[in-house]
């Protein structure tokens, strides 16, 4: 059985950096591309990055390109988005999913873990 | 960037009744196009892929059709279960682009 579980959500300040976590079982970590996904607070799905199952390619929206930065590390079957120059517009639930590669859409979705972005 | 508009944004819908979603993009997305369904409090879930094959363990109620620009989400006979928001997403062009979703109520 799939399995993904997010951490390292909480309240940060603007412009302050947060980094979270997602371990992942029930799979082979390596072989899959692998994605996040946030949503606001009562608002609607938007897509965050992207990485290749090597970690060799990746993928930014443009509202997170040059902040946030996504990388896995495969030995531990952990997928990692580092967040920088937090703004409060950034204030979300952050899903990370698996993405059957060639097709970059989600499969399997994690529950989820809330960033808040607030002075 | 391929933009995506759902509508309607609401429907209320019978329980046995059909309920007809459409998604619509802004350029072709080919038929590089699926359909999530999130309960309140949950993460969403993968419906349909590739326009119209669902996903494993996706009751045959559930149909999605389309190609190009005009895409459809199908539910033949609403259940109660069914209430949820339901977003499309293309994924045929970066950036991936995510529909503004259609809430689904039971009458």
């Not at chain 2, 309920?19 to 196009?33: D, F, W």
Request: charged letters at 15%.
């Amino acid at each position: 059985e799939v399995q993904l579980l997010e951490s390292g959500g909480g309240l940060v300040q603007p412009g302050e950096s947060l980094r979270l976590s997602c371990a992942a079982s029930g799979f082979t970590f390596s072989s899959n591309a692998m994605g996040w996904v946030r949503q606001a607070p009562g608002k609607g799905l938007e897509w965050v990055s992207a990485i290749s199952g090597s970690g060799g390619n990746t993928y930014y929206a443009d509202s997170v390109k040059g902040r946030f930065t996504i990388f896995r590390d495969n030995s531990e079957n952990t997928l990692y988005l580092q967040m920088n120059s937090l703004r409060a517009g950034d204030t979300a639930v952050y899903y990370c999913a698996t993405i059957p590669h060639p097709h970059y859409y989600f499969d399997y979705w994690g529950q989820g873990t809330l960033v808040t972005v607030s002075s | 960037e391929i933009v995506m508009t759902q509508f309607p944004a609401t429907l209320s819908v019978s329980p046995g009744e059909r309920a007809t979603l459409s998604c619509r993009a802004s350029q072709s997305a080919s038929n590089s196009l699926v359909w999530y369904q999130q309960k309140p409090g949950q993460a969403p879930r993968l419906l349909i892929y590739g326009a119209s094959t669902r996903a494993t363990g996706i009751p045959a109620r559930f149909s999605g059709s389309g190609s190009g620009t005009e895409f459809t989400l199908t539910i033949s006979s609403l259940q109660s279960e069914d209430s949820a928001v339901y977003y499309c997403q293309q994924h045929h062009k970066w950036p991936l682009t995510f529909g503004p979703g259609t809430k689904v109520d039971i009458k």
